[in-house]
């Protein structure tokens, strides 16, 4: 009798236990403000992008160079980022052939195709696909996705950035945001382009 209701306690503790775990994933999950996809399964990013109209939040980022670029460097110019996972998967790789093409017809114009791959694997995609219109830059050693919201806090991905899109004018100023809400699927690149018009 007196191992069963230690038992039942046992029990009772436990589920008490799974119960205070779901409830704090949940607010971990509200809290970060955004929710996306992988396959369906929901995915939670850790914060919220830029807001149109504001100024780009101060970041860094490092080049194939491996020289770190932050918002000084520019200035003066119009940037679409195009946010990624990693270069080493289809919609990655289809999403940086796609802008290195629109990139070409854009005026005074860089596109950063940004990820948390090492600069060498980013710049051996670019230099093995001839593609010269984008540039590579890399979050491995810096702020920016925390500074633009789109770092995934779980799932197989934790660690790597969201699916996203930024663009802001010469000024530094938020024209375009989009966060994928499915990451296998590729970006509105009309909407980006058409934001710079």
Do not use: W
């Amino acid at each position: 009798m007196a191992s069963k209701k230690k038992n039942a306690k046992k029990t009772k503790k436990k589920s008490f236990k799974k119960a205070v775990k779901k409830k704090a994933a949940k607010k971990a999950v509200k809290k970060s403000g955004a929710t996306v996809t992988l396959g369906g399964n929901p995915v939670s990013v850790s914060g919220k992008l830029p807001a149109t109209g504001k100024a780009l939040p101060k970041f860094s980022l490092t080049t194939s160079a491996l020289q770190d670029i932050s918002n000084k460097d520019i200035a003066g110019k119009r940037v679409i980022f195009n946010i990624f996972p990693s270069i080493d998967t289809p919609t990655c790789a289809t999403s940086t052939r796609k802008f290195n093409e629109l990139a070409a017809s854009l005026q005074n114009t860089e596109v950063y195709c940004v990820s948390a791959d090492l600069p060498f694997a980013q710049g051996r995609f670019c230099g093995t696909e001839g593609l010269s219109n984008v540039k590579t830059a890399s979050s491995f050693r810096s702020n920016f996705g925390a500074a633009f919201g789109v770092n995934l806090t779980n799932s197989v991905l934790k660690g790597v950035l969201a699916r996203a899109v930024v663009v802001a004018d010469e000024k530094g100023k938020v024209l375009h945001t989009e966060l994928v809400s499915e990451i296998a699927n590729e970006p509105n690149y009309d909407a980006a382009i058409n934001s710079l018009r």
